[in-house]
């Protein structure tokens, strides 16, 4: 085998090598996580409400604004793409149902997610990476504190009541930017809109997006915690480990958000039948 | 010391390699209670590791780890915890939580691991930080301090839950010399008033021979001197007296290198030279 061929497969062996054992690192905290929760709940230690609530503040209460403008505009332009195509069959009625299927379901949990990416698991990444070079996990490993349970765990858990509350606002925010435009730009009548989406949205809609935020709120968290858990080499480490979290986020969520759209999908089918 | 008593913490034949680099070699030291005991060497000799290997955070390669007789290793995490609340330690650089008040660094191990009152650990921290000369300090962030200061505010953390053993590592490195007089002093006090077992790592020299009881020498990777500071002072070894005395020549080489030089500048990738 020549060295250059050799070369490649081995590359590619360790590329393959590095994502299995990543995926493995990530699911392990995800299971230590999930253990100290439970056992956080029941009080042996007892979860702590204001570390919780601290993290809440932090990755979600000031994320609001942000998502709540996004999401507007979002919602402002869907309408504007849409109206166009619908006049020409003589549906510019049927904006509001479009615009609550691609909303709901999907674009406010994705982009809140990318938004808590950005917003606090780069941050997360970041304040865990630099704890990790000055040694302040070290100590808290030899005071006998598991910085899973101590700063894991409420980490991920705001990260999750956060992500649910802000898709709320996002689907919010992007029906009303969308009610906005359809009545004013397009110049038909808000109670259309109103009426058209009230009908058209199921509560499946609403729930399906909720339970993506939920998982996506999970990747989010964990994998911030990881990659700033797993820092070394100083500063430079740090700026790596949060580029990284964001980055492999954003990955997560998508692909994720693949995977449940299909589940969803056999799922109503299964519902329709019965 | 007293042949009666049982080690409180013991290295058997432990060795540490990490790939094919051997770290540690071979070390046996026994550390008895209520001794203050000096682990020096110069940089990479592994004092570093060995202290990790002591507390548990890194497994041995071979041999064993005991702390009040737990083989730290083998230990479940349950068994672990309970050991680590009867230690502190004091890291290099203090590693306090920067996101906490001076009051709440000390108070958190107390918070954790006992059901005190709120009252009562307040009182506790005051106490705590009146030992190392930092009362009404409490209210301050870590950012607010000073190097010295920090490493003090470190030591009154690891002091929290009255130790048995307290660990040091390099307490002196960057402190200005009166700096260090007080924290050789600090350490000489807590385990004088303690009665803790103290085990420092440092290569500051002065500072050594002024806290010891007993000197242990590593030299890559393995133990080359143990004894009193007056023996080691009187040491015959050419590698300890060049340590002790901080002469440039000597058997120590400045030199790290595994490698030969030629050889290393000859070799090296000539094929992808050109590309």
């Known amino acids: 085998m020549s060295p250059r061929v050799r070369e490649h497969i081995e590359k590619t062996g360790g590329a393959v090598n590095d994502t299995i054992s990543y995926a493995g690192g990530l699911g392990y905290l995800g299971y230590d996580s999930i253990r100290w929760t439970l056992r956080g709940l029941v009080g042996r230690p007892k979860l702590s409400g204001e570390s919780l609530a601290t993290q809440m ?37 049927s904006i509001a149902i479009v615009q609550v299927k691609a909303v ?15 917003f606090a698991g780069a941050a997360i990444a970041a304040e865990l990476g630099t704890m990790v070079v000055s040694e302040e996990i070290a100590a808290l490993k030899t005071m006998a504190l598991d910085p899973v349970r101590y700063l894991v765990v409420p980490r991920v858990l705001a990260c999750v009541v956060m992500l649910v509350c802000l898709t709320i606002v996002a689907d919010l925010s992007a029906w009303l930017g969308g009610l906005f435009v359809y009545g004013s730009i397009l110049g038909n009548s808000s109670m259309e809109y109103y009426q058209q989406s009230v009908t058209a949205l199921l509560p499946r809609d609403v729930i399906s997006g909720l339970i993506k935020a939920l998982v996506f709120a999970v990747l989010v968290g964990l994998i911030a915690c990881h990659e700033g858990l797993k820092v070394s080499g100083g ?29 969803f999908y056999y799922v109503y089918q299964w519902l329709d039948r019965i | 010391m007293d042949e009666q008593k049982e080690p ?45 290997m002591m507390i548990g955070d890194l497994e041995p390669s071979e041999g064993q780890a005991r702390m009040f007789g737990v083989d730290l290793a083998a230990a479940s995490d349950a068994e672990l915890n309970s050991v680590r609340k009867r230690f502190g330690i004091l890291f290099q650089s203090g590693a306090l939580f920067n996101s906490m008040t001076v009051a709440d660094n000390i108070a958190l191990p107390m918070r954790e691991h006992t059901s005190l ?18 009362r009404d300090f409490e209210n301050l962030m870590p950012s607010q301090l000073s190097g010295g200061m920090k490493k003090r505010v470190g030591l009154a953390r690891a002091v929290a839950l009255d130790p048995e053993i307290l660990f040091y590592d390099e307490p002196t490195a960057g402190l200005d010399p009166i700096a260090t007089a007080v924290t050789d002093q600090l350490v000489i006090d807590l385990s004088k008033k303690l009665g803790v077992t103290s085990i420092v790592v440092t290569h500051d020299m002065t500072s050594a021979f002024r806290i010891a009881d007993r000197m242990a020498m590593l030299y ?6 143990l004894g009193p500071p007056d023996e080691i002072r009187n040491s015959d070894d050419e590698r300890v007296r060049q340590f002790i005395e901080g002469l440039a020549d000597g058997p120590i080489p400045l030199r790290q290198s595994r490698t030969d030089y030629a050889e290393d500048l000859l070799s090296g990738p000539m094929e992808s030279g050109r590309a």
């Open chain 2, 220 to 225: 890559r990777g393995k133990l080359i001197a």
């Open chain 1, 57 to 93: 503040v932090r990755v979600g209460v000031k994320a609001v604004p942000i998502i709540a403008l996004v999401h507007l505009f979002i919602g402002m332009i869907l309408p504007l793409e849409m109206a166009p195509i619908l006049k020409q069959y003589g549906m510019e009625s």
């Open chain 2, 117 to 134: 009152d709120e009252n009562v650990i307040r009182i506790m921290v005051k106490m705590k930080l009146e030992l190392v000369g930092l």
């Open chain 1, 104 to 118: 709901f379901p999907q674009l406010a949990p994705i982009f809140s997610a990318i938004v808590l990416a950005g």
């Open chain 2, 8 to 52: 409180i913490l013991e290295l058997a034949g432990v060795s540490k390699r990490f790939g094919d680099i051997v770290v540690i070699d071979d070390l046996n030291l026994a550390v008895m209670p209520g001794e203050t005991l000096v682990i020096m060497g110069s940089s990479g000799c592994g004092k570093s590791t060995t202290l990790r």
């Open chain 1, 235 to 263: 500063a430079e480490g740090v700026g790596r480990a949060t580029t990284r979290s964001v980055v492999l986020a954003i990955v997560a969520i998508i692909a994720s958000n693949m995977v449940l759209t299909v589940v």
